[in-house]
T-cell receptor
Framework: GENVEQHPSTLSVQEGDSAVIKCTYS??????FPWYKQELGKGPQLIID?????GEKKDQRIAVTLNKTAKHFSLHITETQPEDSAVYFC???????????FGTGTRLTIIP | DTAVSQTPKYLVTQMGNDKSIKCEQN?????MYWYKQDSKKFLKIMFS???????INETVPNRFSPKSPDKAHLNLHINSLELGDSAVYFC??????????FGAGTRLSVL
């Protein structure tokens, strides 16, 4: 089955700086890669996703890059703000398959 | 209106008891899920239903039994609760293939 590794497990960034979280996956059949943000006491919420026919996708301060050959994908947050502090999860699944395999999460702290 | 709602939000119970968690979605989605998040925040799928039919059943003790009375509801019943069942349980829903929307979670504490 799919195995998703995520690094780092914790990340502290000065407000205004950029944050990068990296994930690798094992199953070459995976082609859907969402990123979720989980705030304290809440459920995970999708912030951005990418499919394997695309190498990069941006949405305002958030971007995701995908390298299918190396089987890794990354989340980039620019101009970080205090409200970006949360736990971030990457995930992977084969297209047409509802089963998401999640990474182990990254606790991002933005230092004012 | 809350898209995916779970009840109760907190559940504290003794070992050996039986308990249920309810989930409802008002998004018109066909597929619903149960996930378990342990104390280290690791999020793992337990079950998935599509149009009331079980499609994903991970390696979960058979003390856990999901029930889907209709497309909008997926409940989780747990028999003979054990200490290791303590976790946060999340319900989610999606179209057959699409973004999964999560509920706020049910924190289960088994004493």
């Amino acid at each position: 089955g799919e195995n998703v590794e995520q690094h780092p497990s914790t990340l502290s960034v000065q407000e205004g700086d950029s944050a990068v979280i990296k994930c690798t996956y094992s199953d070459s059949a995976s082609n859907y890669f969402p990123w979720y943000k989980q705030e304290l006491g809440k459920g995970p919420q999708l912030i951005i996703d990418i499919r394997s026919n695309v190498g990069e996708k941006k949405d305002q301060r958030i971007a995701v890059t995908l390298n299918k050959t190396a089987k890794h994908f990354s989340l980039h947050i620019t101009e970080t703000q205090p409200e970006d502090s949360a736990v971030y999860f990457c995930a992977a699944s084969p297209f047409g398959n509802e089963k998401l395999t999640f990474g182990t999460g990254t606790r991002l702290t933005i230092i004012p | 209106d809350t898209a995916v709602s779970q009840t109760p939000k907190y559940l504290v119970t003794q070992m050996g008891n039986d308990k249920s968690i309810k989930c409802e979605q008002n998004l018109g989605h066909d597929t619903m899920y149960w996930y378990k998040q342990d104390s280290k925040k690791f999020l793992k799928i337990m079950f998935s239903y599509n149009n009331k039919e079980l499609i994903i059943n991970e390696t979960v003790p058979n003390r856990f039994s999901p029930k889907s009375p209709d497309k909008a509801h997926l409940n989780l019943h747990i028999n003979s609760l054990e200490l290791g069942d303590s976790a946060v349980y999340f319900c989610a829903s999606s179209r057959k293939v699409g973004i999964q929307y999560f509920g706020a979670g049910t924190r289960l504490s088994v004493l």
